[in-house]
């Protein structure tokens, strides 16, 4: 029979192709390069490179937030309004305060503060309350953001504390042949965050718990993991890591906007998707979610190269949103089919 | 470890939910190195009292005594520190995580570890691995394996925690017999390194080739309890149930005269199954079996629509009928009742009669396509009192009932349509002893009425009790008809195994 040879060729493709499709989104990312390239000369430049960068560092923190969430099982979709929420506050309270007037860090330190607090808020409704996470962190985006608007401002500030006005013009590399083409010192930071994460997930027990959560929530409680605690932990986390990249994207563009993030948050969950994350839970890794962020950064910035209108831009995110959720489906189908025929010739032999 | 001395010992545990006893006074010892059934039909109280003993629910009276300890109320971490493991029928594994992570990760917690090392797990693995002497590939995510080897993967686990007493829950349930036989060599290596095993179940056979011991529960009390040796089959069915069933073989005979109902020739589906010729005459019952991935399963598919057979033909009462979807087989006549009653043949939260009548809708419809719901009314009653559904009443939704109740409600649902061909997959699977007798009883009594029927199954018994015939599939071919004085336990046996 023809099936051991093409059993052996799949275990190659499924080795290459990666855990989480690592092995596919860099193929992605490789053609739309070559692809755009060539219609477009002007992409092959440091330009390219320091622009997607600049769009993934933020991103990329977003996404470690989604992706821990979304390995539990659950799906936040309040992120965003956690990272405006803190990094319009950290700007209110420095332009009026002082407080973080020198130093970048004590801000940043502020708005971690914040989001733990406000992913206390996810935690008390979806780990005691036993919400569904999408209702509940729909409930809580629009509180949060409420609060915001009501509370702290509407105003768009352009004015900063110079601690984190210095820290916005820090540059790790400045592209001179275009104009504005930088790149920010936080991307340092930013990856250090994904590494982290990355180590949390693989080698704690904290890590495998939030996988095995997302895997059979009541055999985890059998195994003696501590459920509630564990879920608790995720929303702190989620919370912490998307008032670190609100902070970020608040320093980056140097205008404090409250009316900002909040929408936006398709882009990254269609790069956690993308990256091989289940929306069901239990499976997903950081590097497929950091190439996910890049591919959805390098389309976006492809398209405005292309001079297509940001509208289609949308109709893209949401078309690979579906491409990377087609995708799980049909692996997840062809594994089922392939236990089938694998149970038969063990049952024939 | 000293023989005599009992591992565990329970006593007079008593548990009321609401008004109701689901136990009263009852006692259960457990001495090491023995396998212990624990048999009872369903709600009989098996699954409270391994709940009670595992810590997962607080009994109202009685004292369990494990190791040197004595308990009045047990939680769950003393019951896994005392060395009691339960391996529930689901063995609450991580579908998307490795054997050897799934095998080591709980005593890593017991141990308050933070971090984990991979190689450490594998280490942790394939030291009970090599200790049970089975083959488990330690890297495979649990998803992908068989149910067999993820049964295997949870009594590793069990063991890696240092079990000394393992409760299975219904363990062989999901298991073809060759899979059972394997377990049971793996339970007899356990046995003799001084692991205590208790099985809960409710299948005669496995609980009297298995066990040194049993205890018979019946409406949570219990009715004997003493050494295996003491028992035969007819004599536990009688504890059991508290009433003599009579096991006959069907002998009605006048269905061979008969013209077939059903004609099948040369029937094939490329890579599952090919050269499938039988037939069925009213008034038969036909078993078909064979060992898990022999195209059993397929051939009850395609006659029915679901993956169509690519060559062949079939014949209903002489007429040639093509069968290429649900729709076409249904129209034919025939009903198949799934293997899975849960996922694919009931809608659960769904009332008792909305389920009964969901697979006759287009019969039950007046004017303008409208359901005409005294008809259906009746119809649904008329079925459910035919089937003797024990229900509060038939609105209330099919959740609500027990497991072999449940299966009625599968069975009436297609005898609401009174097909003339009913192909049933493992019709008792999961059934306890009094409600799988009568299932097969209400199944004789419809091929008396002229109904054509078709058991697919690997339960030996459960063939040679209602089946009149029964062809045996192996590797994608009918290999032997079996019937009459040739149909017994060994030449079915005999023929799967060739």
Known sequence: MSTVPSAARRLRISRLRGSNNEGVLVVAIAVLATVVGLVSPSFWSVATLLNVGTNSLENAVFAMAVLIVMVSGGIDVSFMAIGIFAGYSVIVLGNATGIAADSAWLGFMIAIAIGLALGL???????????????????????????????????????????????????LFTDYAAIATRLNVMIVPSIV???????????????????????????????????????????LMAGALAATAGMMHVTQVRLANPYELVGGELDVIAAVVLGGASIFGGKGSVSGTVLGVVLIALINYSLILLGVPGAWQRAAVGALLLIGVSAQALSAAGRHRRGTIVQAEEAAA | MSGDHPLLVAQGISKHFGGVAALDDVSLEVRPGEVHCIAGENGSG?????????????????????????????????????????????????????????????????????????????????????????????????????????????????????????????????????????????????????????????????????SQRITVLRNGKVVVSGEAAEFDRPALIRAMTGRMLSERRPSDTNWREMPPILE???????????????????????????????????????????????????????????????????RAGFGYVPADRLSEGLFLDQSIARNVIAGSLDLLVGRLNLLRQSVADRVAQTTLTDLRVKMSSSRAPVRSLSGGNQQRVVLAKWLARSPRILILNSPTVGVDVGSKHEILEMLRAKSREGMGIIVISD????????????????????????????????????????
């Open chain 2, 46 to 210: 098996k699954s409270t009292l391994i709940k009670i003993i595992s810590g997962v629910v607080t009994p109202d009276a009685g004292v369990i005594e494990v190791g040197c300890e004595t308990y009045r109320h047990l939680t769950p971490r003393q019951a896994i520190g005392a060395g009691i493991e339960v391996i529930f029928q689901d063995f609450s594994l991580f579908p998307n995580l490795t054997v050897a992570e799934n095998i080591a990760v709980s005593s890593l917690i017991a141990h308050g570890r933070r971090t984990v090392r991979p190689p450490e797990l594998r280490r942790i693995a394939r030291a009970v691995i090599e200790r049970i002497g089975v083959d488990l590939d330690l890297d495979a995510r649990v998803e992908d394996l068989s149910v067999a080897d993820r049964q295997l993967t949870a009594i590793c686990r069990a063991l890696a925690q240092d079990a000394r007493i393992i409760f299975m829950d219904e363990p062989t349930t999901a298991l073809t017999w060759r899979e059972v036989r394997a377990l049971f060599q793996i339970v007899a290596s356990l046995r003799e390194s001084g692991v205590a095993l208790v099985f809960v179940s409710h299948k005669i056979e496995e609980v009297l080739r298995i």
């Open chain 2, 264 to 330: 099948v020739q040369g029937l094939g589906l490329g890579g599952y199954f090919e050269g499938v010729t039988f037939d069925v005459r009213p008034g038969e019952v036909l078993g078909v079996t064979g060992l898990l991935g022999s195209g059993r399963t397929e051939i009850a598919e395609a006659l029915f629509g679901v993956r169509p057979a690519d060559t062949g033909t079939v014949r209903v009462n002489g007429q040639p009928v093509v069968v290429n979807s649900v729709r076409d087989a249904v």
């Open chain 1, 121 to 171: 808020l996810n935690a008390f409704a979806i780990a005691v309350l036993r919400l569904p996470t999408l209702i509940a962190t729909l409930g809580t985006q629009t509180i949060i953001r409420g609060v915001m608007l009501a509370f702290i401002g509407r105003k768009v500030i352009p004015d900063y504390p110079p601690g984190l006005e210095s820290l916005s013009t820090t540059y």
């Open chain 2, 459 to 498: 339960d030996v018994p459960e063939l040679l009790e209602v089946c009149h015939r029964v062809l045996v599939v192996r590797r994608g071919r009918i290999v032997a008809e079996l019937t009459g004085d040739g149909l017994t336990e060994k030449t079915i046996l005999d023929e799967l195994a060739a």
């Open chain 1, 193 to 235: 965050i994904c590494i982290v994460v990355s180590l949390m997930l693989r080698y704690t027990l904290v890590g495998r718990g939030i996988f095995a959560i997302g895997g059979d929530a009541e055999s985890a409680r059998r195994a003696g993991f501590p459920v509630t605690r564990l879920r608790v932990l995720i929303y």
